[in-house]
Antibody, heavy 114, light 107 residues
Framework: EVQLQESGPGLVKPSQSLSLTCSVTGYSITSNYWGWIRKFPGNKMEWMGYISYSGSTSYNPSLKSRISITRDTSKNQFFLQLNSVTTEDTATYYC????????WGQGTLVTVSS | DVVLTQSPATLSVTPGERISLSCRASESVDTYLHWYQQKPNESPRLLIKYASQSISGIPSRFSGSGSGTDFTLSINGVELEDLSIYYCQQGNSLPFTFGSGTKLEIK
């Protein structure tokens, strides 16, 4: 069974970087596409980007140059880094296997606040 | 970006009703349109993929239809456990986008 689990700090200060890890079991990240999605307060959902089976990436242009998705195939993990965060980056962050998104992590709430 | 417009924003229902939720795309997404259900404090769950394909383990009362720009999610006989937010998502072009959701409430 494919399982994903996010981990990382729940509180980040404005202007700092947000870093999350997605640990995958039951399926190799060297197959398929693996993405990050966030849900804002008020229920809006935003696709942030993905990393492919080959390691190539694609990002939502709305995040411009702030985002980076990388991976460690030896640990079957992939990572999200979002730089220069503001309070508007407060959201629940999900990792998921893409697309359609059939498998999701449980989500982790990240609050940006001083 | 492809904008997905879901309607209605909120739908009040009576258990046992047959209901339809709409998702309209700002440009054609062919059949690369997927539906998700999200209950409070849970992750989204894939209900329907590629507009009309069923998903193993999802009750048969859920069905999808449409292509191009107009899509519908139908629930044939709403149950109390279906009270959730429903999202559509397009996977035809990058960036992938989601609709704003339809919230199902009890009348």
């Amino acid at each position: 069974e494919v399982q994903l689990q996010e981990s990382g700090p729940g509180l980040v200060k404005p202007s700092q970087s947000l870093s999350l890890t997605c640990s995958v079991t039951g399926y190799s990240i060297t197959s398929n596409y693996w993405g990050w999605i966030r849900k804002f307060p008020g229920n809006k959902m935003e696709w942030m980007g993905y990393i492919s089976y080959s390691g190539s990436t694609s990002y939502n242009p709305s995040l411009k140059s702030r985002i980076s998705i990388t991976r460690d195939t030896s640990k079957n993990q992939f990572f999200l880094q979002l730089n220069s965060v503001t309070t508007e980056d407060t959201a629940t962050y999900y990792c998921a296997r893409s697309t359609p998104f059939a498998y999701w992590g449980q989500g982790t709430l990240v609050t940006v606040s001083s | 970006d492809v904008v997905l417009t879901q309607s209605p924003a909120t739908l009040s229902v009576t258990p046992g009703e047959r209901i339809s939720l709409s998702c309209r795309a700002s440009e054609s997404v062919d059949t690369y349109l997927h539906w998700y259900q999200q209950k409070p404090n849970e992750s989204p769950r894939l209900l329907i993929k590629y507009a009309s394909q069923s998903i193993s383990g999802i009750p048969s009362r859920f069905s999808g239809s449409g292509s191009g720009t107009d899509f519908t999610l139908s629930i044939n006989g709403v149950e109390l456990e279906d009270l959730s937010i429903y999202y559509c998502q397009q996977g035809n072009s990058l960036p992938f986008t989601f609709g704003s959701g339809t919230k199902l409430e009890i009348k």
